[in-house]
């Protein structure tokens, strides 16, 4: 999902919002979440999942064309894990396509 796609969802389950306003909320909530990380801040939606900044030590690569040695520097990156109620919806939906395509399977 795209957040174009995101927006013609709020759009489409909320008729009192403009396509305007569900693009200003979107943009609203991700520049938050967006600051939030940028401060150093964990993000927890309950039921979905939390966002939080994890850090990359320093280290030594390779120039995959050259074969030399390179320093990568310290990163900070986001870092998403899913919450339960997620993590078990995204599996009962896994387990119904599956078994779904293996009937398709089975009557060809």
């Known amino acids: ?27 609203t909530i991700l520049d938050a979440m967006s600051d939030a990380l940028v401060r150093g801040h964990r ?7 939390s966002f939080s900044v994890s850090r990359r030590p320093p280290r030594i690569g390779r120039n995959p064309r050259s074969g030399e040695s390179v320093q990568i520097p310290e990163k900070r990156v986001p870092h998403f894990k899913p919450g339960k109620a997620l993590r078990e919806a995204v599996d009962a939906r896994s387990a119904e396509l599956e078994a779904e395509q293996q009937r398709q399977r089975e009557r060809a």
């Open 43 to 49: 993000i927890e939606i309950r039921g979905f999942g």
């Open 1 to 27: 999902m795209t957040r174009s796609d995101l927006v013609e969802e709020l759009a489409a389950r909320f008729a009192q919002l403009t396509h305007r306003d569900a693009e200003y909320a979107v943009k």
